[in-house]
C-alpha cells in the first residue's frame, strides 16, 4: 500500500518545477528583447509608422517680363490603405461618385487585404470634394495636399513650356529642360497610426524647400501675338500648322517660340504627342530656298563668287540626269547675286555652290550650324540631316545649294539667319533669362562670316524684300531684310517631291541695317499653292510689326 | 475545562510570538504583493488609456474601475489577513456549495451576463462578478478540508475520486460550459498542485492526470477555435494576420521593446495591435515600454512570490494551513506562469490573467483575497506548533507535533474528534 510522501519535500519540488517554468520565460524574454529585439523592432516600425512624402513646391516659370507661364496650385491627393478600411462596399459607395471613378474599380483597391499597402485613390481632386471626404472621417483614408501645376495662360507657349506629371516631375519642354531647378527638396512626415488609422505622433517631419523660379526669355506678349496670327494664316490657308521664332540676333533670346495649331498646357497629358512637340526645336524639314542666302554667304567667304559681278544663267541646267529649272520660265540672263535672291533662282544658286566648290559649300553650311545642334537649352534638339560630300551623287550639287537633300530645324535656320544678322557672329539661341535672381549669360559669341560679307548678305535680303521678292514683308517706316522659301515637300514615300505640299516660309531681320529681330514663319502645307512670300510673308508682317512696336525698336 | 484554559493560554502565548515566527513571510508577502498591484495599476492605466479614449470618451475609464477594484481588494485582503483561516475550514463544504450554484446560475440564459461569446458574469455595473474567480478559491478550501480532515482518502484514487476529486472536476466542468478554459485550466493546476503537495503518490496520480490530458486532447480535436490556438501555437507565420495574429503581436511588442524599452506610456502595441493589452496581455506592453528591467522585475516578482508562499506552506504545521497555502501558491504562480508562457508563446494562448497585474474585476479581488489568507496562515498560531519555544514541556510539545504535522494522520483525525468533542 502506497504511503503518503513528505508534504514539505513536494512543496519544495512545486517550487522547483515553478522555477524551472519562470527560467523558461525568462530566457524567451531575453531571447526576444535581444535576439530578436531588432526585427520585432523593424515589425513594428513597419506596421505602426508611415512615412508620407511630399513633393516640393515646384518653381514657377515666368516670362521675360514677369509674367506667370507656369504655376504650383495647391490641391488634395486622398490615398487608402485597405487594411484600415472598415467597410470597402460603403465607402466605395460613398467615394465613386465624389471622385468620378468606376465603383467596382475603387471596390478593388478598397479591398485587398495585403497589410500595409497604400493606394492612391485620387490625384489632386478639388478642395470642395475634399472637404467632403475630409468630414466624412472614414478610417483607412488620408488626404494629403500636394501641388497641382497650372499654366494660367493656357495655351501661350504650351508646345515650349511642356508640362509636368502628377508627381510634380516636368515630362516635357521646359519643365523637364529645367527640372533640377524648379523641383525643390522634398518634405517628408513619419507618423504613427494605430491600426483603425488614426493617428497617434508625428515622429519626424521634413518640410523641404520650394523650387526655384526660372524666367524664360520668351515674351509673353510677342507670343500670345504669334500665336493668334499663325492660327489665322492656318485657317486662312487650311494649312497643316505653323510656327514661328521670334529671336534677338544679338545675344541668342528667342522672344517666342510659337506653334500652331495650341494646345491648352494644362490639359497637356490628353494631348497627342503629335500636337505636343515643339517642331521649332524637334521637328526637321527640307528648308528650300530659304537656304539660298546660306550658299550666297559661302560663296562669298571662299570668294568663289564676288559682289557686282554677274553671272551667266542658262534656262536650264542639267546636272546628273536631273533638270534645274527657275520656278518662273525666263531666258538667258546675266544676273548678280543680288538679283540671284531676289529672283530666288535655282540655277543661279546652284552656279553659286558649284562655283564654291562641294567641299567647301559642305564646309561651309557646316560652319553655319547645320548639322550640328545649335545648343538651344530645350530638350530633344535634333540635328537635321547634312550628307558628307563623300556621300553626295552627281545630281546633289544642284540639290543642296537651294536646299534640297538636306534637313534642317527652324531653330538652325533662326541662328543661321541670326548670324548673318549679327555682322557674322553667331549666338546661341537659349530660351532661360534667369534662373531665381541669376542672370543666365550668354555663350560667347563665335565669328562665322565676315562683318563686310554680312552687311553685303543683309543688302542682298532688303533687296528680296524691297525689289519685288517679297512685298508683302514689308513694314511701313522699318527696313527689312528677309528670304523666302517655298520647299516642296518629299512624298511619304521619299520617292519624289509632292507637287500639292509645301512649307511656305519666310525669314527676315529687322532694322536690315542693325537687326534687332530675326523672324522665321513657317506655314506647313498651305492649299490652295502659294509661296512663301504669298502665305507666310503677310504673317511675319503683323508679327514683326507688333513684337517693334512692343519692343519699342527704332527704325 | 482545564485542557480548554490551558490551550487558551497556549493560543495567547504564542500570539505574542507570531510577530517573530512568521514576520518575515508576513511582510516580505505583503510588499510583493503591494509593489506587484502597483505596477499592475500603472501598467494597467498606461495599456488601457488610448482604448478608454476611444470606447469610452475616457482614458480613465479602466484606471478608475481598476483603482476601486484594487482599494476594494485590498480592503478585503487586509480583512482576510486578520481573519482567523481555521474557520474557513468549516464553512469550505458551505463555500463550495454556494460557488457551485453561481457557476450554475450564471450559465442560465438571461441570468448571466454573456460577453465575446462567454456567458461568465453576474450582476452588473462595478457589482460585477465571475462566479468562476469565485469558484477557484472555493476549491482550494474545499479540497484544502478533505484532505486534511480525511487524509486517508489519499492514499488510493477509488477513495479520493468522489469526496476530494468529483466536486473540483464538477467545477470544472461547469467553467468550461460558460466557457472559460484559462480558468477550467487554472482549477486543473490548482488541484494537481494541491494534491501533489498534500502527498499523493506518483502513481496514484498518474491516471487522472492521463485522462485529463485525453480529455484536453479530444476537447481540442473537437473544437475549431481550440485546434486555432494549438496551430498558431506551432507555426504564427502561417496565419499570421489570423490566428497567429496575437502571439505575433505580443512578440512585437515584447521584442520591440529590447533592452531600454519604449519608455513608461510610450508603447504603440497597446493601441490595438495587440488584442487584450490591458488584460492577458499586460506583460507584453510592460516589456514594451520598459524593456528587459522591467520584464525581468515582474517575473523576479512571481519568482519571489513562489519563494514566499512555498514557505509558508513549508512552516505551516496545520494541515489545512499546508493546504491552503500550496493551493493559493499553485494558483498565483500557477496562473502567472501560464500567462507568462502564453505571451511569450511558450505555450499556447488560453486567456489566463497575470495575476495583480492584469485588469479585472473579480479576479483581482480574488486574488487579494487568497493573498489575504496566506497572509494570515503566515502569522496564524495554529500553524506554529512546531516553533513553539524550547523551554515548553516536552511532552506537550510532542504531542502536538504528532497531532499535527501530518506524520501520523490517524492519531491526529482521532485526536483532533477528540478535543472537539
Redesign the interface.
Known amino acids: 500500500m502506497p504511503v503518503l510522501a513528505d508534504p514539505n519535500r513536494r512543496i519544495r519540488f512545486t517550487l522547483f518545477l515553478f522555477l524551472l517554468v519562470f527560467i523558461a520565460v525568462i530566457g524567451k524574454t531575453v531571447y526576444l528583447q535581444t535576439v530578436k529585439a531588432e526585427e520585432f523592432s523593424a515589425k513594428a516600425s513597419e506596421q505602426q509608422v508611415k512615412e508620407f512624402t511630399f513633393p516640393a513646391r515646384r518653381g514657377t516659370i515666368f516670362d521675360r517680363n514677369g509674367h506667370e507661364l507656369a504655376v504650383g496650385e495647391e490641391a488634395k491627393s486622398i490615398t487608402a490603405d485597405p487594411f484600415y478600411i472598415e467597410n470597402p462596399l460603403e465607402t466605395a459607395e460613398f467615394l465613386a461618385p465624389l471622385l468620378k471613378v468606376d465603383q467596382k474599380e475603387l471596390l478593388e483597391k478598397l479591398s485587398s487585404r495585403e497589410k500595409s499597402s497604400s493606394v492612391y485613390l485620387a490625384r489632386k481632386i478639388d478642395p470642395a470634394t475634399a472637404a467632403i471626404i475630409e468630414d466624412a472621417h472614414i478610417s483607412g483614408l488620408w488626404m494629403h495636399s500636394e501641388e497641382k501645376r497650372r499654366y494660367p495662360q493656357k495655351q501661350v507657349a504650351a508646345q515650349v513650356l511642356g508640362f509636368a506629371g502628377t508627381d510634380n516631375q516636368g515630362l516635357a519642354g521646359m519643365e523637364l529642360q529645367l527640372d533640377e531647378y524648379l523641383t525643390g527638396t522634398g518634405g517628408s512626415q513619419r507618423i504613427v497610426f494605430d491600426p483603425a488609422g488614426n493617428q497617434i505622433e508625428t515622429l519626424s517631419l521634413e518640410e523641404g524647400s520650394r523650387g526655384t523660379d526660372v524666367t524664360l526669355t520668351i515674351d509673353q506678349a510677342l507670343q500670345f501675338e504669334a500665336e493668334k496670327v499663325l492660327s489665322e494664316t492656318v485657317s486662312q490657308w487650311s494649312a497643316k500648322s505653323a510656327a514661328c521664332i521670334i529671336m534677338n540676333p544679338k545675344n541668342g533670346e528667342i522672344l517666342a517660340m510659337a506653334n500652331v495649331p495650341t494646345v491648352d498646357a494644362n490639359t497637356f497629358s490628353q494631348i497627342s504627342e503629335d500636337q505636343r512637340r515643339n517642331r521649332t526645336v524637334v521637328d526637321t524639314y527640307e528648308p528650300g530656298s530659304i537656304f539660298k542666302a546660306v550658299t550666297v554667304g559661302a560663296g562669298l567667304e571662299v570668294g568663289a563668287v564676288a559682289p557686282g559681278q554677274t553671272y551667266y544663267l542658262p534656262t536650264t541646267l542639267e546636272l546628273g540626269g536631273r533638270t534645274i529649272k527657275d520656278a518662273v520660265d525666263r531666258g538667258e540672263v546675266d544676273w548678280d547675286l543680288g538679283q540671284i535672291l531676289v529672283h530666288s533662282s535655282n540655277i543661279g544658286a546652284v552656279t553659286v555652290g558649284m562655283r564654291t566648290g562641294e567641299a567647301q559649300l559642305d564646309e561651309w553650311i557646316r560652319r553655319f550650324g547645320f548639322g550640328s545642334p545649335t545648343g538651344i537649352d530645350f530638350p530633344g534638339e535634333e540635328i537635321g540631316i547634312v550628307w558628307p560630300p563623300e556621300d553626295w551623287s552627281e545630281s546633289t550639287i544642284g540639290n543642296v545649294p537651294i536646299g534640297q537633300g538636306l534637313s534642317v530645324t527652324a531653330v538652325q535656320m533662326a541662328a543661321a539667319y541670326s548670324t548673318i544678322a549679327n555682322n557674322g557672329i553667331a549666338v546661341t539661341p537659349r530660351l532661360v533669362r534667369a534662373i531665381g535672381d541669376e542672370p543666365v549669360a550668354s555663350a560667347e559669341g563665335r565669328r562665322i562670316i565676315s562683318e563686310q560679307n554680312s552687311r553685303q548678305l543683309r543688302s542682298y535680303l532688303q533687296m528680296v524684300v524691297e525689289e519685288g521678292g517679297a512685298p508683302l514683308a514689308q513694314i511701313d517706316g522699318y527696313h527689312v531684310a528677309g528670304k523666302t522659301g517655298t520647299a516642296q515637300k518629299l512624298l511619304p514615300d521619299h520617292s519624289a517631291y509632292s507637287d500639292e505640299d509645301y512649307i511656305g516660309s519666310f525669314i527676315g531681320m529687322v532694322p536690315a541695317s542693325d537687326p534687332q529681330l530675326v523672324v522665321l514663319v513657317m506655314v506647313d502645307e498651305p492649299h490652295p499653292f502659294g509661296g512663301g512670300g504669298t502665305v507666310a510673308a503677310p504673317a511675319f508682317q503683323k508679327i514683326t510689326q507688333f513684337s517693334l512696336q512692343k519692343m519699342e525698336i527704332a527704325p | 475545562m482545564s485542557f480548554v484554559n490551558r490551550r487558551k493560554q497556549r493560543i495567547a502565548e504564542r500570539s505574542r510570538r507570531r510577530s517573530e515566527e512568521g514576520n518575515f513571510e508576513y511582510v516580505f508577502l505583503a510588499i510583493v504583493a503591494m509593489g506587484m498591484l502597483a505596477l499592475g495599476v500603472v501598467m494597467v492605466f498606461s495599456a488601457s488609456l488610448?482604448r478608454a479614449y476611444?470606447e469610452n470618451a475616457d482614458g480613465y475609464y479602466y484606471l478608475k474601475r481598476e483603482l476601486f477594484f484594487a482599494v476594494f481588494g485590498v480592503a478585503v485582503m487586509y480583512g482576510m489577513a486578520k481573519y482567523d483561516f481555521t474557520r474557513l475550514r468549516k464553512m469550505a463544504p458551505v463555500l463550495m456549495a454556494i460557488s457551485i450554484a453561481l457557476l450554475i446560475i450564471v450559465l442560465i440564459p438571461g441570468v448571466g451576463v454573456s460577453a465575446n461569446g462567454a456567458r461568465r458574469w453576474l450582476g452588473a455595473g462595478l457589482a460585477t462578478f465571475q462566479p468562476a474567480e469565485f469558484a477557484k478559491l472555493a476549491v482550494i478550501l474545499f479540497v484544502a478540508s478533505v484532505m486534511s480532515a480525511r487524509?486517508r482518502l489519499?492514499?488510493?484514487l477509488r477513495d479520493m475520486a468522489l469526496p476530494v476529486l468529483a466536486v473540483p472536476v464538477f467545477a470544472c466542468f461547469l467553467v468550461l460550459l460558460e466557457p472559460d478554459m484559462g480558468t477550467a485550466i487554472t482549477l486543473g493546476v490548482t488541484v494537481a498542485?494541491m494534491l501533489?503537495?498534500?502527498?499523493?503518490?506518483l502513481?496514484?496520480l498518474a491516471p487522472p492526470a492521463a485522462v485529463a490530458a485525453f480529455v484536453i486532447l479530444v476537447s481540442v480535436t473537437f473544437s475549431p477555435h481550440q485546434m486555432d490556438r494549438i496551430t498558431a501555437f506551432l507555426d504564427p507565420w502561417k496565419d499570421a494576420?489570423g490566428t497567429g495574429h496575437q502571439i505575433i503581436q505580443s512578440?512585437?511588442?515584447?521584442?520591440?521593446?529590447?533592452?531600454s524599452g519604449v519608455g513608461l506610456g510610450q508603447s504603440?502595441?497597446k493601441?490595438?495591435?495587440l488584442p487584450e493589452s490591458h488584460t492577458d496581455m499586460i506583460f507584453s506592453i510592460i516589456?514594451e515600454e520598459t524593456?528587459?528591467l522591467g520584464?525581468?522585475l515582474v517575473?523576479a516578482g512571481?519568482?519571489a512570490f513562489?519563494?514566499i508562499g512555498?514557505r509558508i506552506?513549508?512552516k505551516c504545521h496545520y494541515r489545512f494551513g499546508?493546504f491552503v497555502a500550496?493551493g493559493i501558491?499553485?494558483m498565483l504562480?500557477?496562473q502567472a506562469?501560464i500567462n507568462?508562457?502564453a505571451v511569450?508563446?511558450?505555450l499556447p494562448l488560453t486567456g489566463v490573467p497575470l495575476p495583480l497585474v492584469s485588469y479585472g474585476g473579480s479576479s483581482l479581488i480574488v486574488v487579494l483575497a487568497s493573498i489575504g489568507i496566506l497572509l494570515n496562515i503566515a502569522v496564524n498560531p495554529r500553524g506554529k506548533i512546531a516553533a513553539a519555544p524550547q523551554k515548553k514541556n516536552k511532552a506537550v510539545q510532542s504531542r502536538d507535533r504528532g497531532r499535527r504535522d501530518?506524520r501520523a494522520?490517524g492519531a491526529g483525525a482521532r485526536s483532533r474528534r477528540r478535543a472537539h468533542g
Not at chain 2, 196 to 201: E, P, Y
Not at chain 2, 251 to 259: D, E, K, P, Q, R
Open positions: 488610448a476611444f487524509p489519499l492514499v488510493s498542485g501533489l503537495v498534500a502527498g499523493v503518490s502513481r496514484v494576420t512578440w512585437v511588442a515584447i521584442g520591440s521593446g529590447g533592452l504603440v502595441q493601441f490595438n495591435y516589456s524593456g528587459i520584464a525581468m517575473i512571481f519568482i513562489a519563494y512555498c506552506a513549508l499546508k500550496a501558491t499553485s504562480v500557477g506562469a507568462l508562457c511569450t508563446g511558450l501530518g494522520p
